[in-house]
Nanobody
Framework: QVQLVESGGGLVQPGGSLRLSCAAS????????MAWYRQAPGKQRELVAS????????TNFLDSVKGRFTISGDNHKNIWLQMNDLKPDDTAVYFC?????????WGQGTQVTVSS
């Protein structure tokens, strides 16, 4: 069974930074896709950033976060989302997802609140 654990959320002022972490455990395929999604109240969940393993072989970002967010990883089990110049519109619950062998696994989510 695959488990994902996110951490690093919190309250930050506009213009501030946060770094989210996601750690995967269990039987992990070295060729997978890991991604960050977010869901704001009353809105659909949206893809924020994704990375294909081997780490770095391909990345993808939501247009509104390009130039502000970066995604990185040290292997096919751990990824981070560095979020800079945060805006109130970035407020949401952020979820980590791992896709392997046509199955999606989700973490429990971590709250990010951007407010003065």
């Amino acid at each position: 069974q695959v488990q994902l654990v996110e951490s690093g959320g919190g309250l930050v002022q506009p213009g501030g930074s946060l770094r989210l972490s996601c750690a995967a455990s269990g039987t992990i395929n070295p060729f997978n896709i890991m991604a960050w999604y977010r869901q704001a109240p009353g809105k659909q969940r949206e893809l924020v950033a994704s990375v294909v393993s081997p780490i770095g072989s391909s990345t993808n970002f939501l247009d509104s976060v390009k130039g502000r967010f970066t995604i990185s990883g040290d292997n096919h089990k751990n990824i981070w989302l560095q979020m800079n110049d945060l805006k109130p519109d970035d407020t949401a619950v952020y979820f980590c997802k791992l896709r392997q062998e046509s199955t999606d696994y989700w973490g429990q989510g971590t709250q990010v609140t951007v407010s003065s």
